[in-house]
């Protein structure tokens, strides 16, 4: 017989790890007078989760030698299953429990509409020429899949609406610009210099 070792896949081969692991192995002693030898059984306590046999070994052991960890069980007692009128909802921010999961594809696809109306789409030399140029700009790539699944989702709203603010002329929906910022209204100086002059 070959020994293959002892150690024990718990995390592969079960669904729990046990609460007691107990090595057994046999031992040969000499017998006195008799110069006989004789196989002794030993348990070897290698884990115990309740804190009261571990290290211990027993000879022959017995039902009894591990009466300290079954009295520690919940044997018979109460069981408290899963509450599920309860949930860790509360640990979280309401902005973070919402639903991102396809922020990023939306994001995408943003993008890419921007650069379609923006003369920057379709497969001719001229538009994938700009079109390289715009992403290597604002992000850093020309990989469709490194914008699509790599960079972070922060990142990749900053980059969209430095996009947007060079093609559109205004931030994106994500960044609203503040009061008084980028507006399309032509300044009326004639009646700014009338308004200092009566001041005056």
Known sequence: MIEVGKKIAAEKNFAYEPSLLVEMFA??????????KKVVNRALVLKDRGHTLNGREFVEPKFADFLPHIKRLN??????????????AALFPKDERSDTRY?????????????????????????????????????????????????????????????????????????????????DEIPNFDAHGASSAAHH
């Open 27 to 36: 031992d040969q002693t000499k017998v006195a007078k008799r110069g006989k």
């Open 75 to 88: 044997i018979g007692g109460d069981h408290a299953g899963i509450d599920e009128t309860r949930n860790s």
């Open 103 to 183: 922020d990023r594809d939306i994001i995408v696809e943003k993008i890419t509409a921007l650069l379609t109306e923006h003369g920057h789409g379709g497969t001719s030399k001229e538009a994938t020429a700009s079109r390289h140029e715009l992403l290597k700009r604002h992000f850093k790539t020309v990989s469709k899949t490194e914008i699509e699944k790599k960079i972070p989702l922060d990142e990749l709203r900053l980059a969209y609406n430095r996009l947007h603010i060079e093609l559109a002329g205004a931030p994106c929906s994500y960044f609203p610009p503040e009061p008084g910022e980028f507006t």
